[in-house]
């Protein structure tokens, strides 16, 4: 098995910044994807940003210019420098990753439980 834990999340003002760290541990043979997504209340999951283990990105257009997602490969880690927040930014931030572990041949999702990132004055 293997689980992703976050950290990072909290409360700051419009305009600020934070960043969320996520890491991968157990079972792990391999981690393919990694990303972050979010869900505001009464509102469905989405997602937010996402990078390959080659390094490629995508991001939700609402974030690009401001969200920054990086990870490095060799500590299981994916992280989400969020600049310039905005009110409509608060939400719940989840960490997900696309990964096999030594105790199976194929690959499905995991994800973290969660960090609160809320952005108000």
């Known amino acids: 098995q293997a689980q992703l834990v976050e950290s990072g999340g909290g409360l700051v003002q419009p305009g600020g910044s934070l960043r969320l760290s996520c890491v991968a541990s157990g079972n792990i043979f391999r981690i393919n994807d990694m990303g972050w997504y979010r869900q505001a209340p009464g509102k469905e999951r989405e997602l937010v940003a996402a990078?390959?283990?080659?390094?490629?990105?995508n991001y939700a257009d609402s974030v690009k210019g401001r969200f920054t997602i990086s990870r490095d490969n060799a500590k299981n880690t994916v992280s989400l420098q969020m600049n310039s927040l905005k009110p409509e930014d608060t939400a719940v931030y989840y960490c997900n990753a696309l990964l096999r572990t030594w105790s199976t041949t194929t690959y499905r999702d995991y994800w973290g439980q969660g960090t609160q990132v809320t952005v108000s004055s």
């Open positions: 990078i390959t283990s080659g390094g490629s990105t």
